[in-house]
Nanobody, 122 residues
Framework: QVQLVESGGGLVQAGGSLRLSCAAS????????MAWYRQAPGKQRELVAS???????NYADSMKGRFTISRDNAKNTVYLQMNSLKPEDTALYYC????????????????WGQGTQVTVSS
């Protein structure tokens, strides 16, 4: 069993900041890439940012310069620092992790967290 537990969501005014965390636990050998996605009401889930095991990052264009993704490999945790938040950032934010369950990295599995709500008021 693998669990991804997110925390850090909440209600914030426009221009404010939040920091999301997602900790992976359970039975796996190592974590490959981790990412944050979000889904607003009536919209498709979209990639916010991703980070590889080596620390390379990728951001959606609308998040560049405002959001920062990072990870602590020792804690199996990924973070999302969100600054200069806008009302359009309001969404349910999901953590995604691609895990290896074997030491050679032949078998990769993707897992999702339950989501944490971020609401930005104008």
């Amino acid at each position: 069993q693998v669990q991804l537990v997110e925390s850090g969501g909440g209600l914030v005014q426009a221009g404010g900041s939040l920091r999301l965390s997602c900790a992976a636990s359970g039975s796996f050998f190592s974590i490959n890439a981790m990412a944050w996605y979000r889904q607003a009401p009536g919209k498709q889930r979209e990639l916010v940012a991703s980070i590889t095991s080596g620390g390379s990052t990728n951001y959606a264009d609308s998040m560049k310069g405002r959001f920062t993704i990072s990870r602590d490999n020792a804690k199996n945790t990924v973070y999302l620092q969100m600054n200069s938040l806008k009302p359009e950032d309001t969404a349910l934010y999901y953590c995604n992790a691609r895990l290896f369950k074997d030491p050679r990295g032949r078998y990769e599995y993707a897992y999702w967290g339950q989501g944490t709500q971020v609401t930005v008021s104008s």
